[in-house]
């Protein structure tokens, strides 16, 4: 099994997984020291996406590859067609010339609805339309946000005041690494071609400002921004700064004006989550 993007939240949580389960895994990592953060049994690759030469020999031995790869804040001035599209695409094309038997996309949830209007999901769903056409058989997981997003909320209630889009009533199950990874891995196994997934517990954003507050231990202070002034940032930060400064802005505003809802898979609590956050338990 190879996890291309290992390093990540997800990515990381995907090869615990695949661990348990006894299989055999390597990892695409983008620089050397990143081999010592896994386990010794783990066989680590490295290599840049976005440089297909330097993928010569990653595919080798391996059935199954599981892609989180994608940028949501942009670095080294890479675009998101660069890295989800391209560099997915190249690592596809490795997979196709390595007769590799099943492929596992991880991309946004709505995705063939926001990608006329954001960025970054244009770019995974064009990498979706290529691995569709391809004849490696493929699984797009379609997650509604990590628990690692819902960080942001921990941040802000820190600092006193939570900031919500609209008026809060947006509903969402987010997912946890764990239990999104296990959804991962059985969908490998499976006929499956898209799989909508998010976690066991429904919030609206009002709700998980909240439950940030409790957990930071903070008197609850959350501010409004009106939807109409956000969709308006956007707007003019897309007309008149790059891609990456107004790419993040337009994904999140995106994503926190959609109700982001999926069937529910899992055991894992936002919660609880919140608490370990706070504690410092990772």
């Known amino acids: 099994m190879l996890v291309a993007g290992a390093t990540v939240y997800l990515g990381r949580h995907l090869v615990a997984d ?13 620089r050397p020291q990143q081999a ?14 976005t440089d297909p030469p330097t993928l010569a020999g990653v595919i080798e031995g391996i059935d199954t590859v ?8 942009q670095r080294d001035r890479l675009r998101y067609v660069d890295a989800d599209y391209g560099g997915n695409l ?13 492929f596992v996309y991880i991309s946004v949830l709505h995705g063939q609805d926001l ?13 979706v339309d290529a691995l569709s056409a391809s004849p490696v058989s493929s699984v797009v997981v379609r997650p509604t946000g990590y628990f690692s997003d819902m960080e942001q909320f921990m941040t802000m209630a820190r600092r006193g005041t939570v900031y919500v889009i609209g008026d809060g009533r947006r509903i969402m199950n987010p997912n946890s690494g764990r239990d999104l990874a296990t959804v991962c891995v059985d969908a490998s196994l499976s006929p499956a071609t898209d799989v909508e997934v ?6 609206s954003h009002e709700e998980i400002a ?3 507050l409790t957990a930071a231990r903070t008197a609850p202070r959350i501010r409004h921004i009106p939807r109409a002034l956000a969709v308006t940032l956007v707007r003019v930060l897309t007309r008149s700064t790059p891609e990456h ?32 956050t706070t504690r410092g338990v990772t």
């Open 36 to 49: 010592t953060t896994f386990a010794p049994e783990v066989d680590v690759f490295v290599g840049q996406v």
């Open 90 to 102: 190249a690592l596809l094309r490795a997979a196709e010339a390595a007769n590799v038997t099943r």
């Open 115 to 127: 990608r006329a209007t954001v960025r970054l999901v244009a770019a995974k769903e064009r990498f």
């Open 66 to 73: 599981f892609s989180t790869i994608g940028i949501t804040r």
């Open 18 to 30: 695949l661990l348990d389960r006894g299989w055999r895994v390597r990892v695409f990592v983008r």
């Open 198 to 203: 998010g976690g066991p517990d429904f919030f």
């Open 245 to 276: 400064v107004y790419g993040p802005i337009q994904f999140l505003v995106a994503v926190l004006t959609t109700d982001m809802t999926a069937p529910a898979a899992g055991s894992d609590h936002l919660a609880d989550h919140f608490s370990e």
């Open 210 to 212: 909240r439950a940030a």
